[in-house]
C-alpha cells in the first residue's frame, strides 16, 4: 500500500502506552507520518524529546485528548491537514484497580472505539484503515478453563455476558476488550463506513519497555511478573501462569503496521501469538541471563509449572493468519524476556 517513501498520513492514539510506543517507533520507521493522541501535555513532551528530528521534520505530531471515554473524545483529534488516510486505535484502558466495572473498563473501552469509529466516519472520509487493538480476552473462553485439545483462533468469541462482567476485574476486563470489539464489528456492519477494519488480538504481551515510565510500580500488567522474578518476589514459589500464551510487544507493533498496510488484511481479526510460556520458563531465563539477582527461584521453588501433561494439557493456538497475511516472523520467549529485563535495568531495576 506504501514503499517506504511514501508513507501514509496516520492517527495512533494512546502514543503513551506500551504496544502504543512500539507501534509508533515502526510506523516512523517504515516512512509513515503520525499524530498521536496523549491524554496530557505532559506526556506529550516525554514524546517529542524521544523523537526530536521527526517532530522537526513534520513526521510526528500531537493531539491531547483527556479522556477517551467521552462520546465525541476523538472529533478534532481525526482531523488533519494533510488529511489521515489510516487510524490505529491502541487507546484502552488495562489496570485492575477498579472500584466501578462499568465505569472503570467497560464506558472507556467501549465508547472509546465506538466513539473514535463514529468521529472517523464523520469528520475524516479520507481514512480508508482503522486497526484496533484488540485482545485474546476477546477471544478466550474462560468457561472452558483449560480446554486440552482446543486451539483458539480467530473464530473464536469470549461468551462472556455482561452479568459476569461485573463479577470482578478480570472478568470485567475480559468483557471490556470481548464488547468494544464486538462494537467495532457493529458499527461496520450497521455503518458502512468509507474504512475497513483489522483488529489485533495478543496474549499476554512480554519485552522490552520504550514508553516513558514514572516509576517501576507503572510498569504494563503482562511485564510485572518478569519484574517480580527480577525483585525477589517469587522466591518462596512461582505464581500460576493463568494464561498460558504470549507474544512479543515488537511483534504485536508490526503486526499493527502490517494490517494497517496490507490489502488482504481488511476485515479481519488476527489472533497474535508467538505459543506457549509458563511463569517457570520466564524465572528459568531469568536466572540462566541474570544470576546476579537476589532471592531468584531454584529448580525446587513450587509453582509456576504447566498443568500435569505439559502443554497438552492445556488450550493450543493458530496464528497462521498472523504469519500468512501479516508476514510476522515471532521472536523467542527467551530474546523477549532478556530484552525486557534490560530495559528494566535501564530504568533503574
Given at each position: 500500500m506504501s514503499d517506504k517513501n511514501n508513507g501514509l498520513k496516520v492517527l495512533l492514539t494512546g502514543g503513551s502506552g506500551f504496544i502504543a510506543a512500539h507501534t509508533l517507533a515502526v510506523l516512523l520507521n517504515y516512512?509513515?507520518?503520525v499524530v498521536t493522541t496523549v491524554r496530557t501535555q505532559e506526556k506529550a513532551d516525554k514524546i517529542r524529546a524521544a523523537y526530536k528530528d521527526y517532530v522537526e521534520k513534520g513526521r510526528l505530531g500531537f493531539a491531547i485528548v483527556p479522556d477517551i471515554a467521552k462520546p465525541d473524545?476523538?472529533?478534532?483529534?481525526?482531523?488533519?491537514?494533510?488529511?489521515?488516510?489510516?487510524?490505529?486505535?491502541?487507546?484502552?484502558?488495562?489496570?485492575?484497580?477498579?472500584?466501578?466495572?462499568?465505569?472503570?473498563?467497560?464506558?472507556?473501552?467501549?465508547?472509546?472505539?465506538?466513539?473514535?469509529?463514529?468521529?472517523?466516519?464523520?469528520?475524516?472520509?479520507?481514512?480508508?484503515?482503522?486497526?484496533?487493538?484488540?485482545?485474546?480476552?476477546?477471544?478466550?473462553?474462560?468457561?472452558?478453563?483449560?480446554?486440552?485439545?482446543?486451539?483458539?483462533?480467530?473464530?473464536?468469541?469470549?461468551?462472556?455476558?455482561?452479568?459476569?462482567?461485573?463479577?470482578?476485574?478480570?472478568?470485567?476486563?475480559?468483557?471490556?476488550?470481548?464488547?468494544?470489539?464486538?462494537?467495532?464489528?457493529?458499527?461496520?456492519?450497521?455503518?458502512?463506513?468509507?474504512?475497513?477494519?483489522?483488529?489485533?488480538?495478543?496474549?499476554?504481551?512480554?519485552?522490552?519497555?520504550?514508553?516513558?515510565?514514572?516509576?517501576?510500580?507503572?510498569?504494563?500488567?503482562?511485564?510485572?511478573?518478569?519484574?517480580?522474578?527480577?525483585?525477589?518476589k517469587f522466591k518462596d514459589e512461582i505464581p500460576p501462569s493463568g494464561v498460558y500464551l504470549w507474544v512479543d510487544v515488537r511483534d504485536v507493533a508490526e503486526a499493527h503496521v502490517a494490517a494497517m498496510e496490507k490489502e488482504d488484511a481488511a476485515n479481519k481479526r488476527f489472533f497474535t501469538t508467538a505459543g506457549h510460556f509458563s511463569n517457570r520458563e520466564i524465572v528459568d531465563i531469568v536466572r540462566k541471563h541474570f544470576p546476579q539477582f537476589k532471592d531468584l527461584p531454584?529448580?525446587?521453588?513450587?509453582?509456576?509449572?504447566?498443568?500435569?501433561?505439559?502443554?497438552?494439557?492445556?488450550?493450543?493456538?493458530?496464528?497462521?493468519?498472523?504469519?500468512?497475511?501479516?508476514?510476522?516472523?515471532?521472536r523467542?520467549?527467551?530474546?523477549?524476556?532478556v530484552d525486557a529485563v534490560k530495559s528494566f535495568q535501564a530504568v533503574g531495576l
Open positions: 516512512g509513515h507520518s473524545a476523538f472529533d478534532e483529534a481525526v482531523k488533519s491537514d494533510p488529511p489521515f488516510e489510516a487510524v490505529l486505535h491502541t487507546a484502552s484502558p488495562f489496570h485492575f484497580n477498579v472500584t466501578d466495572v462499568q465505569k472503570d473498563l467497560l464506558d472507556p473501552a467501549v465508547i472509546g472505539t465506538t466513539g473514535i469509529l463514529k468521529s472517523i466516519k464523520k469528520n475524516a472520509p479520507s481514512v480508508k484503515r482503522v486497526v484496533i487493538t484488540s485482545s485474546f480476552a476477546a477471544i478466550v473462553d474462560g468457561n472452558r478453563g483449560l480446554w486440552p485439545g482446543h486451539a483458539y483462533s480467530e473464530e473464536d468469541w469470549n461468551p462472556i455476558t455482561h452479568e459476569q462482567a461485573q463479577e470482578n476485574a478480570m472478568c470485567g476486563y475480559r468483557a471490556s476488550k470481548t464488547f468494544a470489539e464486538k462494537a467495532a464489528w457493529d458499527f461496520l456492519a450497521k455503518e458502512k463506513p468509507n474504512f475497513t477494519i483489522a483488529t489485533i488480538n495478543p496474549p499476554m504481551v512480554f519485552g522490552p519497555i520504550i514508553h516513558s515510565l514514572d516509576s517501576l510500580e507503572n510498569m504494563n500488567t503482562s511485564n510485572q511478573r518478569i519484574l517480580s522474578t527480577c525483585q525477589g531454584t529448580d525446587s521453588t513450587p509453582g509456576g509449572d504447566y498443568p500435569e501433561g505439559g502443554k497438552d494439557a492445556v488450550y493450543s493456538y493458530n496464528n497462521r493468519r498472523s504469519i500468512d497475511v501479516l508476514g510476522l516472523r515471532y523467542t520467549l527467551e530474546e523477549s524476556i
